[in-house]
């Protein structure tokens, strides 16, 4: 029941009434009403004197013992200097780890981020937001890897390979092997159903039950026995990689410890012995290596049909090779199968065969004499074989068919030329010959280089990149275009083989960092330092390695094929290059010349 003004007014008026009342009947209540009236009074009088009379004295400056008792970042100065020190330690800048190639960088940096954001962010940002620890933790990781890599550059890979490891493999091998005899019988010929009981057979017979550290019989399952093992090889390890501060810190190293040991090691070594793993491996590197076998065989084929001769398919004859010590009958042998060719590409086949022996054999001390005048004179029964040949079907340069007048070589040779080094590694044989050349050199990858590039360049494109399309009407690039020029430049382009100015590096990497981001510019740019590098490496081919190669037996098995034979836009004969260079072929006349016995 809510009371209102009224009652208020009525109940103090009856407490005052009642007052009076009591004490009319009793004075003495009256000194009561007394002393509450003097407290109230002297209460306010005494609060307001308090408020009006006292002042506040100023305080004293502090000593320096009281300043020493404060923390010291408390101090203005300090306080602005750590401020400013965790702003700096927020901006953080990670290193490269892989400067030669930015592509691996990046992927190794997203590698690092998954791993700190599962294995350190996941329960670090629940204690704070500062992203400081994160990046110190990757700091060190980053210290770490670049220190396992100048490790790994200082050692001979091989050396640890042949000498550590596969003896330790086949070790393994060797002692596996050995557990299963014991096991199924010395010739594997008992019948046991394969089950996890066979494996613990084998297991307790292998090296006399002596298995590994992280590996027991008495545990079914050995994750634990696991994660010690690496947890002690991770300690062995760590003072290697890791500076002092971070082992001087028992906290910093329980936790780098456990995280490399059971967040990152044990999830690997339980892929890698798993057997699907490696089934899987097998199975997608098997089926693309035998994909690329009969894709290789295919085109073979393709390339043999296209080389083979248009009536029927050209079929190499079996050639006898003459030896030191061969008797008489043998070299006579040697000679009935010359004098045996039937066509033209046989002879000069065999012919650059003994030219490549003779020029071979001649150069080793002590070669039997008689043996070097047997390859001399088949050479020259070759010679006339040839010139017969291409006398009967008139294929020399010049030469009338049988029925026209004959005239002589000099006064009816049209003008001839040889292929270019771009002709010759535009065809089959040529490009391998070519190939197989600048491997003896060690510098094949001059010749993978361009023809990478050649199959990047537009038909009608030049040096420049410039083509009919113009820049304005070409179409923009696309996502396989920057493929193509990320791929080329970190085959080729940090090859010391190669090289490549400074200018065209930058352009193809701001080209390549860019991203979708790029302007058509920027990929004209790229494009064009990728075709004037391929132009520099062809005139180093032609000038340096070409006139060497027309020198070496490569070229003389190149001329005696069907690629070597090209058309005259003059004349519309047909001629080969194997008539061209005096020094390949002593054909001088229509004539013979007189063979000496």
């Known amino acids: 029941m809510l009371l209102t003004r009224n009652n208020l007014l009525l109940a103090a008026f009856a407490a005052f009434i009642a007052w ?14 007394y002393a509450f009236t003097l407290g109230a009074v002297s209460t306010v009088v005494l609060l307001a004197a308090a408020t009006l009379l006292i002042s506040r004295r100023p305080r004293p400056a502090p000593t320096a013992a009281q300043l020493a008792n ?43 981020g998954f791993a700190l954001r599962d294995f350190v962010s996941a329960w670090y940002r629940n204690i704070t937001t500062s992203p400081a620890f994160v990046n110190d933790i990757d700091k060190k990781i980053r210290l770490a890897i670049q220190e396992l890599l100048a490790r790994l550059a200082s050692e001979d890979i091989v050396n640890v390979v042949v000498t550590k490891i596969v003896p330790i493999f086949n070790a393994h091998m060797r002692d596996f092997d050995q557990a299963e005899r014991l096991v199924k019988g010395r010739s594997l010929n008992r019948s046991i159903t394969e089950s996890e009981e066979l494996d613990l057979a084998i297991a307790a017979k292998y090296k006399d039950g002596k298995l590994h550290p992280a590996a027991s019989l008495s545990f079914s399952d050995t994750k634990s026995i696991e994660q010690d093992h690496l947890r002690k090889l991770v300690v062995r390890i760590l003072p290697e990689l890791v500076s002092e501060d971070v082992l001087g810190s028992r906290a910093a190293l329980v936790l780098v410890k456990e995280i490399i040991a059971c967040a990152v ?113 088949g050479k ?36 001839t030329r040889e292929l270019t080094l771009v002709e010759i590694m535009h065809t089959a044989s040529g490009l391998s010959y070519f190939m197989e050349f600048m491997d003896r050199q060690q510098l094949m990858t001059l010749v993978q280089f361009w023809i990478v ?82 132009s520099a490496v062809l005139e180093q081919l032609q000038t340096n390695h070409y006139p060497s190669f027309k020198k070496s037996d490569l070229y003389y098995k190149f001329l005696a094929t069907d690629d070597a034979r090209i058309t005259s836009p003059d004349q519309g004969a047909g001629f080969d290059l194997l008539d061209i260079p005096q020094s390949l072929s002593p054909v001088k006349a229509v004539k013979p010349a007189p063979t000496q016995p």
């Open 380 to 415: 020259r029964v070759l010679d006339q074989k040839i010139t017969k040949l291409a006398l009967s079907t008139g294929a020399l340069p010049g030469t009338p068919l049988s029925g026209e007048p004959r005239k002589s070589l000099d006064s009816s040779k049209p003008q």
């Open 453 to 534: 590039v050649d199959g990047f360049r537009n038909p009608l494109e030049d040096d420049f990149g410039d083509d009919p399309i113009g820049v304005s009407t070409a179409p923009s690039w696309t996502d396989a275009d920057r493929t193509d020029i990320a791929r080329i430049s970190e085959a080729y382009m940090a090859k010391a083989e190669i090289d490549v100015p400074t200018e065209s590096k930058q352009a193809i990497r701001s080209f390549l960092v860019a991203g979708r981001k790029a302007t058509q510019a920027q990929y004209r740019e790229a494009r064009m330092a990728i075709l004037s590098t391929q």
């Open 20 to 33: 009076g009342l009591a004490v009319q009947s009793f004075p003495v209540l009256r000194f009561i009403g």
């Open 265 to 377: 090691l044990l999830p690997i070594v339980q892929l890698l012995k798993d057997p699907d793993t490696w089934n899987q491996v097998v199975e997608n590197y098997g089926r693309s290596a035998l994909q690329d076998r009969k894709t290789v065989r295919r085109m073979r084929a393709a390339l043999d049909e296209h080389t083979a001769s248009p009536g029927k398919a050209r079929t190499e004859a079996d050639f006898p090779r003459l030896g030191p010590h061969d008797s008489e009958r043998a070299f006579e042998r040697f000679v009935r199968a010359i004098r045996k060719a039937k066509n033209l590409s046989d002879a000069r086949r065999f012919r650059s065969q003994v030219a490549s022996q003779l020029k071979r054999e001649s150069m080793v001390e002590g070669q039997d004499p008689v043996y070097l005048r047997r390859l001399e004179m």
């Open 70 to 112: 404060k923390p010291l970042f408390l101090t203005p100065a300090q306080w602005r200097t750590e401020a400013a020190a965790a702003k700096r330690r927020d901006q953080y800048q990670p290193l490269d780890l892989y400067t030669s190639s930015f592509v691996v960088s990046q992927a190794i940096d997203t590698l690092l």
